[in-house]
């Protein structure tokens, strides 16, 4: 199965600053890249993702890049909010005919008013 | 557009103990997901149904059973409640990629 690999595992920036998570996976079959946000006490909710066919994606103060030769993908958070303040899961595909998403162990980011 | 409901929200059970979790979506969802999250640990799949009639095992299987009873719903039965299986479960349902997941069942086994 996929192995996943978040760092850092928590997070700490003033507000106002930049956050970077990385995501390290091991199936180079791997074609999905998408990352999750969940606030504490509710659900998962995705917030950006990626495909295999392109390196970079943005949506307003949140990008993700992908580095498919090197098997990892990052997300970006540019001038950061207290309501940036979660848990951030990357969750690769594995495998390109299921939906099956594997997650990490989470990142929590705290920003620091 | 309720999306993904759960019930029960919170759950206390005894040790060796049965219990059904329900998860329901309206989103005409082809695929379904149960999760487990626990503390550290990130999201951790228990089974999934790609599509109605079918369920197939996941990361951690053991101590779980499923039913997808139509397309709309999904449910998670413990047979017999173990302390370890103490944990926050997840429903999901997913069309293509994005998953979307129910509001969450507070589970504590003594």
């Known amino acids: 199965g996929e192995n996943v690999e978040q760092h850092p595992s928590t997070l700490s920036v003033q507000e106002g600053d930049s956050a970077v998570i990385k995501c390290t996976y091991s199936d180079s079959a791997s074609n999905y890249f998408p990352w999750y946000k969940q606030e504490l006490g509710k659900r998962p909710q995705l917030i950006i993702d990626i495909r295999s066919n392109v390196g970079e994606k943005k949506d307003q103060r949140i990008a993700v890049t992908l580095n498919k030769t090197a098997k990892h993908f990052s997300l970006h958070i540019t001038e950061t909010q207290p309501e940036d303040s979660a848990v951030y899961f990357c969750?690769?595909?594995?495998?390109?005919?299921?939906?099956?998403?594997?997650f990490g162990k989470g990142t929590k980011l705290s920003v620091i008013p | 557009n309720a999306g993904v409901t759960q019930t029960p929200k919170f759950q206390v059970l005894k040790t060796g103990q049965s219990m059904t979790l329900q998860c329901a979506q309206d989103m005409n969802h082809n695929s379904m997901y149960w999760y487990r999250q626990d503390p550290g640990m990130g999201l951790r799949l228990i089974y999934y149904s790609a599509s109605e009639g079918t369920t197939d095992k996941g990361e951690v299987p053991n101590g779980y059973n499923v039913s997808r009873l139509n397309k709309r719903e999904f449910s998670l039965r413990l047979e017999s409640a173990a302390p370890s299986q103490t944990s926050v479960y997840f429903c999901?349902?997913?069309?293509?990629?994005?998953?979307?997941f129910g509001p969450g069942t507070r589970l504590t086994v003594l």
């Open positions: 999901a349902s997913s069309l293509g990629d994005t998953q979307y």
């Open positions: 969750a690769p595909r594995g495998w390109a005919g299921s939906y099956q998403l594997t």
